[in-house]
């Protein structure tokens, strides 16, 4: 006679075998719905790739682009963003977003306040991509309610607003309630925005975070915007170390400078990183006016900003022949053993 406990286990074991068979058989189901699905995908992508290549080229409408069902949604959002990535002309530009806020307003107005979160994110990601106008004032009304959000999506609620260049991003970057955001998000905020909207930004920087204020100095340094250029000087004198060099070495991007005297008081900077982005300036513009400020320079209690302004010296015409008299005659130690490092260098 079987025990009892043989007999628990052989029943845990027809358990265990029958939960495997309806694990298989799900899977087996999904398969099959799968490739049915994708299947299907397939062929309404063939249906519509012509009739969205028509009207994108050509403006020439198709019946087959309405009462779309959820396969065509699926097809003609994909479709939509690849063309988004290879189209140059405006004309074709505008017509995809005109079928897209044709198409996808609803659908994504839907999605964009979806509980679930990956539906939220790719709805606002093809928003941006699509430069919705249709639902800038949904995107502006979700970051009012200030409900509490992940900075990935805040991000890209701030994207949206960036690409369709709108004057409510600037009260959102500047809310001191709002927690900052990392260095790299403001850099592509930065750099979405055109002139207009990065000018009235820049005319709002000493309200700004810091990290955002930080990141403004340093993009107005790689474009190379003159109109910016007193600004910039004026803000060598921050009360904030870090301010003073990202200024400093926004002139230095520049290779010029409207006061030289904004260079030379930097020259006797408390901070030697101050005094080292000084004398780069300094050999980027190249004036006349920074040849001795720089052969004292070379007599800093800093090895950094010796090295760095022996480097600037090389940038004039007269460089090498200056740190040639320095390395022989000058009466500071370190100077001449910095000149004949920088000589010996340039001559290997």
């Not at 991000?155 to 600037?170: E, F, K, N, T, V």
């Not at 204020?213 to 190379?224: A, Q, T, V």
């Not at 320095?326 to 340039?346: F, N, P, T």
Request: aromatic fraction near 10%; include cysteine; proline fraction near 1%.
């Amino acid at each position: 006679m079987i025990n009892s406990a043989l007999l628990w286990v052989l029943w845990a074991i027809l358990g265990a075998i029958g939960l495997l068979l309806l694990l298989y058989l799900y899977l087996v189901v999904q398969k099959s719905f799968d490739v049915r699905w994708h299947s299907k995908l397939k062929l309404r992508r063939e249906r519509l790739k012509p009739m969205v290549q028509k009207f994108l080229l050509e403006g020439e409408e198709s019946r087959g682009l309405q009462h779309l069902n959820e396969a065509d949604l699926v097809v003609l959002k994909d479709l939509l963003l690849e063309y988004n990535q290879v189209l140059r002309g405006v004309e074709q530009r505008e017509r995809l977003q005109a079928l897209a806020q044709l198409v996808f307003t609803e659908h994504f107005r839907r999605d964009m306040n979806s509980r679930n979160y990956a539906n939220r994110l790719n709805a606002l990601y093809a928003i941006e991509e699509f430069r919705m106008e249709s639902l800038r004032e949904d995107v502006v009304e979700r970051l009012r309610r200030k409900r509490k959000m992940g900075t990935v999506e805040r991000y890209q609620l701030y994207a949206i607003l960036a690409g369709l260049q709108d004057d409510a991003l600037l009260g959102f970057l500047t809310d001191s309630a709002q927690e900052p955001l990392p260095d790299f998000v403001y850099r592509e905020l930065l750099l979405k925005m055109e002139d207009s909207l990065f000018n009235r930004l820049f005319n709002q920087i000493y309200t700004l975070p810091t990290a955002l204020r930080y990141c403004l100095i340093d993009i107005i340094g790689n474009k190379g915007d003159y109109s910016y250029l007193t600004a910039i000087e004026e803000l060598t004198y921050s009360r904030s170390v870090e301010e003073r060099i990202r200024a400093l070495k926004a002139i230095t991007k520049f290779g010029y400078v409207k006061r030289g005297s904004t260079l030379v008081d930097k020259s006797e900077a408390e901070t030697w990183q101050e005094r080292l982005m000084a004398s780069r300036a300094m050999g980027a513009v190249a004036k006349d006016e920074f040849v001795d400020v720089l052969k004292k320079m070379l007599r800093d209690s800093s090895w950094w900003v010796r090295k760095e302004s022996a480097q600037s010296l090389l940038r004039y015409p007269r460089g090498q022949e200056i740190l040639r008299q320095i390395a022989e005659s000058d009466e500071d130690r370190y100077a001449r053993d910095m000149a004949r490092e920088w000589l010996e260098a340039k001559q290997i």
